[in-house]
């Protein structure tokens, strides 16, 4: 009897070892997420709307419900990173898609920068998207 519940014992055991290791490496990490953008061509003007995709980069599924806390949109990809236009976050009624509302005087190359949290992963999520403003 003493066998048997050893063995059965041991095979719980190794049971949640397994268990806890194939949970661990479910677990995400902040790199397995990213920023797309949904066009990489924008109408220039006053009122541009960029709008992206936050996706879990292993399921290729979106991630609604990110906190964006940081966005810059500026022309570096044409070697004008101090020329930066102004960008607010707009309602998207899509979920995981995210819209800004901008202004892209200038057609060219423009850079929008974006750091994020995501719901219950540790870290900061940073990311440059390029795009182009055209006329």
């Given at each position: 009897?003493?066998?048997?519940?050893?063995?059965?014992?041991?095979?719980a055991s190794l049971a949640a070892a397994?268990?806890?290791?194939?949970?661990?490496?479910?677990?995400?990490?902040?790199?397995?997420?990213?920023?797309?953008?949904?066009?990489?061509?924008?109408?220039?003007?006053?009122?541009?709307?960029?709008?992206?995709r936050l996706v879990d980069k292993r399921?290729?599924?979106?991630?609604?419900?990110?906190?964006?806390?940081?966005?810059?949109?500026?022309?570096?990809?044409?070697?004008?990173?101090?020329?930066?236009?102004?960008?607010?976050?707009?309602?998207?009624?899509?979920?995981?898609?995210?819209?800004?509302k901008t202004h892209l005087m200038m057609?060219?190359?423009?850079?929008?920068?974006?750091?994020?949290?995501?719901?219950?992963?540790?870290?900061?999520?940073?990311?440059?998207?390029?795009?182009?403003?055209?006329?």
């Amino acid at each position: 009897m003493t066998i048997f519940l050893s063995k059965r014992a041991a095979a719980a055991s190794l049971a949640a070892a397994l268990l806890a290791s194939a949970v661990s490496a479910a677990r995400a990490e902040i790199n397995d997420y990213e920023f797309r953008l949904v066009q990489t061509d924008i109408k220039q003007g006053d009122g541009a709307i960029v709008a992206v995709r936050l996706v879990d980069k292993r399921s290729g599924k979106p991630v609604p419900d990110a906190v964006i806390f940081a966005s810059r949109m500026d022309m570096a990809p044409d070697g004008m990173p101090t020329m930066a236009a102004p960008i607010e976050a707009v309602p998207s009624t899509e979920p995981g898609v995210y819209r800004f509302k901008t202004h892209l005087m200038m057609a060219g190359g423009w850079r929008l920068s974006l750091g994020a949290k995501i719901q219950g992963e540790t870290g900061t999520l940073e990311s440059r998207l390029v795009l182009k403003a055209v006329p």
